[in-house]
């Protein structure tokens, strides 16, 4: 049967934004505190204030609890113990915090590994720009450190900055020396803004993993269910006409990162603007190399909420 890039219950979109609805949790105080005492003391005595968060959230976050323990059964494929529950939280926050190091320009502190480089250099060679799609999984920030190597490497994030108002607030407040640059979506001039960063040679990084509520999804299958991806990012590059290349920074303990690099379509060559049959084709492979991720590092993936929408129901 054919694939539809458009969403088969329109009552299963109503929660998609579920993520975004979500209090952000802890003091801004606290988190300024944690900030200052990383960047002053070092990262070892930022970690200590890191577990107490953790545990904090681990504690008192019972309907995260229950999103992680849903994906972790079927990511681990047994049921997971809350040591490993807190492995998945503690991952989270550990990536958070070094993500203030990477935006300081620190990247001396972190052993980094590639895979797919080869194909990252290409993209870069051709001077056309590419759309990098990424997942709420391991630190995006992490390519900041491999392009510390690559001078004219200039990445630019696609995004919504709604959800993220405190830790935007923390990084205001420490001066960061190179602040990442942000096309926010939404917005009038936002495709103009993309297109015109793309022609400059500029990688757009985007992440393709959550839908906002009333957009096009497409279902596929995603860790023994059904997952709805938003249609949108994937549809904007194939407009752009650009290669599409998964990315993640898988993290792996201690200090150690791994980046990621595998092709997901190359839309650049089309004669005409790609249908939605190659869009979808572009999806489920997407869904099927995060899949895939997600069994071989499952504390990377970091969605703290309902993801598979039930049969006939409204969650999503």
């Known amino acids: 049967m054919k694939q539809s890039a458009e969403p088969e219950h329109q009552a299963q979109l109503r929660p998609a934004a579920e993520w975004r609805r979500s209090a952000e949790r802890g003091s801004l105080t606290l988190l300024r ?12 005595a930022g970690r200590l204030i890191l577990y107490l968060i953790a545990a904090y959230f681990f ?4 309907a995260a609890r229950r999103a992680m323990r849903a994906y972790l059964r079927r990511a681990l494929e047994r049921e997971p113990r ?9 991952s989270f926050a550990t990536t958070i ?23 990252f250099d290409g993209i870069l060679a051709s001077g ?8 709420h999984m391991g630190s995006f920030e992490v390519l900041r450190s491999l392009g510390a190597s690559r001078p004219g490497l200039s ?28 096309i926010p979506l939404g ?41 709805l991806l938003p249609v949108g990012p994937m549809r904007a590059a194939a407009l752009l006409r650009r290669p599409v290349v998964f990315m993640l920074g898988l ?15 190359d839309f650049s060559d089309a004669t005409s603007a790609p249908g939605a049959d190659a869009i979808a084709q572009a999806i489920t492979r997407y869904a099927a190399l995060l899949e895939q991720h997600c069994r071989a590092d499952p504390y990377n993936w970091f969605n703290f909420f309902d993801y598979w929408p039930a049969p006939g129901s409204a969650s999503g």
């Open 33 to 44: 505190a944690m900030a200052f005492v990383s960047l002053k003391l070092g990262r070892p």
């Open 59 to 62: 504690c008192f976050a019972p």
């Open 82 to 90: 809350a040591s490993d529950r807190f492995r998945l939280v503690l």
């Open 97 to 119: 915090h070094d993500r203030l190091y990477l935006l300081a320009g620190r990247y001396g502190q972190f052993a980094l590994s590639v895979e797919g480089e080869s194909l």
């Open 128 to 135: 056309r720009g590419a759309v990098l799609m990424g997942a």
């Open 155 to 182: 990445v630019v994030m696609v995004m919504y900055e709604e959800n993220a108002r405190k830790l935007n607030a923390v990084l205001a407040s420490t001066k960061v020396q190179n602040p990442p640059e942000i």
């Open 187 to 227: 917005h009038v001039d936002s495709m103009l803004r993309i297109r015109a960063r793309l022609e400059q040679g500029a990688v757009l990084g985007i992440l393709a993993d959550r839908r906002l509520g009333q957009e096009p999804a497409l279902p596929v299958p995603f860790l023994g269910g059904t997952a």
């Open 251 to 265: 993290y792996r303990g201690g200090n150690r990162y791994h980046v990621v690099f595998e092709p997901i379509a």
